[in-house]
């Protein structure tokens, strides 16, 4: 999986949300694609994660994305990974500057 970065994602610590964390996962989601066909490109899985976790951000936050101070990073399959199989989308919220860690949920904040 690709960070929004370009960084290579293999593995994910899940913390509780009353600790410090620099990202907080609102919807995980496979893209409907079958194994047998190909990697749709970058922008195609972009574009498909942004269809996905904007109106999921907006539920869970309670504010347009928009309107919000936070901001969405979708980590996502790579052209490598998709090849053994990975659909799997992860949209993460955090703050604008990715190196500020949050404590507490999201959830509901309006933010």
């Known amino acids: 999986m690709l960070h929004a970065d ?3 994602v293999d593995e ?3 913390v509780e949300c009353d600790l ?3 990202y907080e996962t609102f919807l995980n989601y496979d893209m409907t ?3 047998d066909e190909p990697y749709p490109g970058d922008e195609a899985v972009l574009d498909d994660a942004d ?3 904007r109106p999921a951000f907006e539920e ?4 347009p994305y928009d ?4 901001f969405i990073t979708v980590i996502r399959p790579s052209e490598s990974t998709w090849v053994d199989g990975d659909r799997t989308v992860i949209c993460v919220l955090n703050e604008e500057d990715a190196d500020t860690e949050m404590t507490g949920s999201a959830q509901g904040s309006e933010q």
């Open 67 to 70: 309107d919000s101070a936070l």
């Open 6 to 8: 370009g960084s290579q």
């Open 33 to 35: 694609q079958g194994d």
């Open 20 to 22: 410090p964390h620099f």
């Open 60 to 63: 869970y936050v309670g504010t």
């Open 12 to 14: 994910v610590t899940v």
């Open 51 to 53: 269809g996905q976790c």
